[in-house]
C-alpha cells in the first residue's frame, strides 16, 4: 500500500460509456497528479492540481475531464474515448514546497484501461 | 519546451556485473528525482539530486547529478534478479515543471 489508492484497478469500457477513475490518497500531500502510460512512450502529465486547483492542463482531449473536490480526492472523468487512449493511467501526490518545488511523487498502483 | 533523454533504452545484464543508465536534459535542472518501476507495477520514488555534482549512495546503487546539472547517471553495482524494472529519471527545470525520461528497461541473465 503506497498511500495513494487508485481503483478500479483494471476497465473496460466502450467508446460509448461514461466512466470515471478514481484516486485518493493518505499522506496529507498538498499536490495531485494524473499520468498516462503507453508502452514505449515516457510518462505524460495531464493534470495537475495543487491546493485544490488546477494548474496545468497538458492540452489533453476534452473527453478526458478531472475534478478535485478536496486534497485528498482527484478523479478523471471519462466519455467518448477511443482506442488508442488504451494505458494505464497513474495517480500521483506530492508534498509541494516552496517556489513550486517539491519532493518524490508518491504513485497509485494505476488503472489499466482497455478502451473496445 | 524542456526534453530529458535517457540511455540506453534497453540494458540487459549478466546477474553479478555492473551497468550504469544515463540521463540528460536539454536545460539546466534545479534538481533530478530517479523512480523504478517493477514489471506489472507502478513508479516508486528512489531519490532526488539537487546540488551540482552531488552523489547519493542507496546499497549498491550510486546516483550523481552532473556539475552543470544538465545530465545525471544511475550506477548499480553487482546486479541482482531484484534490479529488474525500468528506471526514470525525472528532471525539474526552473518553470517548476517535472519531465520524465523514457525509462531504461533493464533485464538480467541469472
Known amino acids: 500500500e503506497t498511500g495513494v489508492t487508485q481503483t478500479p484497478r483494471h476497465l473496460v469500457m466502450g467508446m460509448t460509456n461514461k466512466k470515471s477513475l478514481k484516486c485518493e490518497q493518505h499522506?496529507?500531500?498538498?499536490?495531485m497528479y494524473w499520468y498516462k502510460q503507453s508502452a514505449k512512450k515516457p510518462l505524460e502529465l495531464m493534470f495537475v492540481?495543487?491546493?485544490?486547483?488546477?494548474?496545468e492542463n497538458n492540452s489533453v482531449p476534452s473527453r478526458f475531464s478531472p475534478e478535485c473536490p478536496n486534497s485528498s480526492h482527484l478523479f478523471l472523468h471519462l466519455h467518448t474515448l477511443q482506442p488508442e487512449d488504451s494505458a494505464l493511467y497513474l495517480c500521483?501526490?506530492?508534498?509541494?514546497?516552496?517556489?513550486?518545488?517539491?519532493?518524490?511523487?508518491?504513485f497509485g498502483s494505476g488503472t489499466r484501461l482497455t478502451v473496445v | 519546451g524542456q526534453q530529458v533523454m535517457q540511455i540506453p533504452q534497453y540494458q540487459h545484464v549478466q546477474e553479478g556485473e555492473d551497468f550504469t543508465t544515463y540521463c540528460n536534459s536539454s536545460t539546466t535542472l534545479s534538481n533530478i528525482q530517479w523512480y523504478k518501476q517493477r514489471p506489472g507495477g507502478h513508479p516508486v520514488f528512489l531519490i532526488q539530486?539537487?546540488?551540482?555534482?552531488e552523489v547519493k549512495k542507496q546499497k549498491r546503487l550510486t546516483f550523481q547529478f552532473g556539475e552543470a546539472k544538465k545530465n545525471s547517471s544511475l550506477h548499480i553495482t553487482a546486479t541482482q534478479t531484484t534490479d529488474v524494472g525500468t528506471y526514470f529519471c525525472a528532471g525539474r527545470s526552473n518553470d517548476y515543471k517535472l519531465s520524465f525520461g523514457a525509462g531504461t528497461t533493464v533485464t538480467v541473465r541469472a
Open positions: 539530486l539537487v546540488k551540482s555534482g
Open positions: 500521483a501526490s506530492s508534498q509541494d514546497g516552496l517556489m513550486g518545488l517539491s519532493y518524490g511523487y508518491t
Open positions: 499522506l496529507g500531500h498538498n499536490a
Open positions: 492540481y495543487s491546493l485544490e486547483e488546477r494548474v
